[in-house]
């Protein structure tokens, strides 16, 4: 018998936009938001595993498995217990997609019709996985050419290599799918072995929208076979290195490029931000370089004057749990003054303008309720904000009340010695 | 959707209380033209970034920021001999905000990113020229950093006739561009388009007209040119297999081109739809289960129909060894389709799949937009759900055959490693 089913957490996010939270005995974490006015029912099921995953500690014990396991476990895991989910789901009109990212591994089913159905056979199918040989194998050979499709694009190559400087440890910038090397070593053992540690359900978040009762729909989670994953106590914990490189800066000529291309990285000193939430910590980091270093920033403005850059200028902003960091690149036939006038703007960052740092705060409020628009967009957006850490239901208050002076804070967590570059010159 | 005509421009209007931002365009319609068509292309970011009241890149993204996060895009549309340049902002429902006029605001950024470049002499002003022409080389050069999209720029150049070639940037005629033929080609959009606006979201028609009244105070004389829609580019006459190579590559792309010498109509569009989804259009395609999933040579292969230049096209990424194996399993497939193999399960299965995909796309800003407008432009009406489902359902396994029948094969294009030739 089922006990009485209630709604545990009900969060007013928006006026007309209210989040319900469920977290199964198990630990399964269940965010539901029902958007009447859509047709698409959207499932995400987000594993923390994912691309940084090489080395971590589980019931005291440390354990090492090859680069690329959890993308080559979301390979294969549509195929397990002997049933294709994506044959099936297509007898549904569902369509059914994973991704892996540095840190987590994203399952997701969209679907208009028999939802319930749907629903059930999803969760059921993550309650338990037994990969066959075959579909390793099979699956091994396409991911060595999904592998050597991103080889051939210069500016995955750049970042990487700026990374390998910035971080000794793989997990920063390892490639998500792993090496031709790593690819062969994963076996079945080491499939089964990561599965019963990652795939419980107190180390996965459970994100549905769409035109539903949430109540209805708490009901269906609560009886599918999900609920039956056993409680374990432990997750397992990554463990990092965070040496950088002793060569901050390197220029390498490239015979066969038509281009410059040049990027800056800054490793983000976390521990100056001890006072800060981990969600304050990670706006106040976004919003101070994207301030400073946006397209719409007066340093974007000068570098474009002194024509420095082109359009193939870009920001990127990477705050993880434990570590974060700033990127900055473009293509430019002067590297060498792009470094030292990036630097000098990093060194001797400006004031903040009021008036337009409230544009900003106005800006973000924008985007956040743009999500709200899409049932794909919300559960998208839903699932980054819980596994960031945010609580949705304050973040438009915490955008609002952020300060100036809050973001200025980050200031203090440049440190030259922290910036590292990266040039592919042209021949 | 509702038409209004305020001093002769056309308004389009789709309200929705469903959304909680809205979204303006202003489109303009023109004849598809080869020798203009990089300034048609250029001219956009030009306005974007070579502006008198937003002069900076800063002072416009301030501006949208207090707009609440709008977001400025602009796109071009072709179809045949149609070719639109299009402006769009997407912001905010007015009701979620108190005491700010969002809808004028709204509507006088478009305008002024439009109507307001900086002019010297009567001319869009050197520097704008220069930098646009210098942007535009330096995209060619990009191009070749990255090598998927490099092949695919390469295998349109190839398929397309370089006098009539309609993707940008069209090399051809690049040094063509100057500050007189980006001036004339703008002061062409302002003044001798034809301008539809379209507004989707919640709003109050009558101040919408007064809005463009007070934007556009005199009657813009304008009549809709009704173009052939139909294909624009010639053909390659005879079949042509070409094979590139570059020494920086790990993988081999292909494109197998296919022309389609058909009359397009709303009918045939769907039935177009519904044959790329059977052959290589989504995970449940021929192509997709008996090359990657039966014989494990690619990671993905797709097929697409690219309607601005009526090119049905097959890609697909793999070791070069396996590149035959793959195409002769794609002529093949064609040829059986070709034959009438197609079956009942598998045209159900698209149509569900096709049907899907509009009742999303309705359900979503931009998806609602553009569909919108695409029916407008090419039947003058809005686009309705309930024919589009019946007429997905109308179409018989006998349709599809006949559009397959149309398929004739005209291109193979390989981009593999240098030296790496398997004889």
Redesign the interface.
């Known amino acids: 018998m089922l006990k009485k089913v209630m709604i545990v957490v009900k969060k007013q996010i ?1 006026l007309d936009e209210t989040l319900y939270i469920d977290t199964l005995d198990n630990g399964l974490n269940v965010y539901l938001l029902p958007k009447k ?4 029912y959207h499932i995400s099921l987000q594993v923390r595993i994912g691309g940084q995953t090489t080395r971590y500690r589980y019931q005291d014990q440390l354990y090492t498995i090859p680069a690329g396991t959890a993308h080559f476990l979301e390979h294969v895991f549509f195929e397990s217990n002997d049933i294709n989910l ?2 099936i789901f ?1 007898e549904y ?1 569902a ?1 059914i997609n994973a991704s892996t990212s540095r840190d987590v591994t994203n399952y997701y089913v ?1 679907a ?1 019709d028999h939802f319930e159905m749907v629903l059930s056979m999803f969760l059921n199918h993550f309650s338990k996985a037994k990969i066959s040989q075959v579909t390793i194998e ?1 699956e091994r ?3 060595l ?2 592998i ?2 991103y ?5 995955y190559r750049v970042h990487e290599d700026l990374l390998k400087q910035m971080y000794t440890d793989q997990n920063v910038w390892v490639d998500i799918a792993g090496d031709e090397r790593s690819v062969h070593a994963i076996n079945q053992a080491i499939i089964d072995r990561t599965i019963d540690h990652f795939y419980q359900a107190n180390n996965m978040i459970l994100v549905i929208t769409g035109p539903f009762d949430p109540t209805y729909v708490k009901k269906l989670v609560r009886e599918s076979k999900i609920n039956l994953m056993p409680k374990k106590m432990d997750s397992p914990q990554l463990i990092f290195d965070f040496q950088g490189q002793k060569d901050h800066h390197i220029y390498q000529v490239k015979p ?4 410059t ?1 040049f990027a800056l990285g800054l490793d983000i000193d976390l521990s100056m931000l001890q006072t800060l939430s981990v969600s304050q910590r990670r706006l106040a980091i976004i919003m101070f370089f994207q301030y400073f270093f ?5 340093n ?2 000068t570098l ?1 004057d002194k024509n420095l850059i ?3 200028y870009n920001i990127n902003i990477h705050v993880h749990q434990d570590y974060a960091y700033f990127t900055v690149s473009s ?1 430019t036939n002067y590297p060498k003054k792009l470094k030292s006038s990036l630097m000098d703007m990093l060194m001797n960052i400006g004031h903040i303008d009021e ?2 740092f409230l ?2 705060i ?6 956040f ?2 999500y ?4 794909n967009a919300i559960n998208h957006a839903l699932s980054e904000f819980v596994k960031k850490g945010y609580q949705l239901e304050k973040y438009i208050d915490h955008v609002k009340h952020m300060k100036a002076a809050d973001v200025n804070m980050i200031k203090k967590t440049i440190k030259e010695d922290a910036i590292y570059s990266m040039t592919y010159a042209k021949k | 959707m509702k038409k209004t005509f305020v001093h002769g421009i056309e308004v389009n209007h789709l309200p929705s209380k469903d959304y909680k931002h809205m979204m303006i365009v202003f489109s303009y319609y023109s004849k598809l033209d080869p020798k203009t068509y990089n300034e048609r292309n250029m001219i956009p970011t030009l306005l974007e970034n070579h502006n008198r009241i937003y002069d900076s890149s800063d002072v416009l993204n301030t501006h949208l920021d207090m707009l609440y996060g709008a977001s400025f895009n602009t796109s071009v549309f072709q179809r045949g001999h149609l070719f639109s340049n299009q402006f769009y902002l997407k912001f905010i429902n007015q009701k979620y905000i108190d005491g700010e006029d969002l809808l004028s605001s709204a509507f006088e950024f478009l305008y002024h990113i439009i109507y307001q470049p900086k002019i010297y002499g009567g001319k869009i002003t050197k520097k704008a020229v220069k930098q646009k022409i210098s942007e535009t080389k330096e995209l060619l050069n990009t191009l070749k950093q990255d090598k998927a999209t490099l092949a695919y720029f390469n295998f349109l150049k190839h398929v397309s006739d370089k006098e009539t070639a309609t993707f940008y940037p069209n090399e051809r005629y690049l040094d063509q561009v100057t500050q007189s033929s980006l001036t004339d080609v703008y002061q062409q959009m302002i003044n001798e388009d034809y301008l539809k606006i379209y507004i989707l979201g919640e709003y109050n028609v009558d101040k919408v007209h007064q809005k463009i009244k007070n934007l556009f105070p005199k009657k813009r004389p304008q009549t809709w040119p009704n173009y052939d829609l139909n294909r624009y580019m010639p053909y390659p006459e005879t079949v042509r297999d070409l094979k590139e190579t570059d020494m920086d590559v790990s993988i081999a792309r292909t494109y197998v081109g296919y022309q389609l010498e058909l009359e397009l109509d709303d009918r045939t569009n769907v039935a177009i739809d519904l044959l790329n989804r059977i052959i290589g259009g989504y995970s449940q395609s021929k192509l997709f289960t008996s090359i990657r999933e039966d014989l494990h040579l690619v990671y993905y292969i797709y097929s697409s129909y690219l309607s601005e230049i009526n090119l049905f096209m097959i890609h697909f990424e793999s070791d070069e060894e396996d590149i035959d194996t793959a195409i002769q399993k794609i002529h093949e497939t064609i040829h059986s389709m070709q034959s009438g193999q197609i079956l009942e399960t598998e045209l159900q299965r698209a149509q569900l799949n096709l049907i899907k995909n509009y009742k999303s796309m309705c359900h979503h800003l931009i998806g609602t937009m553009k569909l919108n407008m695409s029916a407008d432009v090419t039947m003058n009406e809005g686009f309705n759900l309930e024919e589009k489902i019946q007429m997905i359902m109308s179409m018989t396994q006998e349709d599809l055959m006949a559009i397959a029948k149309k398929m004739k094969h005209i291109m193979t294009y390989r981009y593999v490693k240098e030296g790496d030739d398997c004889g």
């Open positions: 928006l006015e859509f047709v698409d994506s044959d297509s009109n369509d969209s208009q099979k050979q396409i991911i050419k999904e050597k499709m080889e051939d694009n210069m500016y066969n490029q038509s281009v291309y946006d397209e719409g920033s007066s974007y403005q474009k082109n359009y193939s293509e008036d337009k544009a900003g106005r800006g973000r409020i924008g985007h309720i743009g709200f628009d899409q049932s």
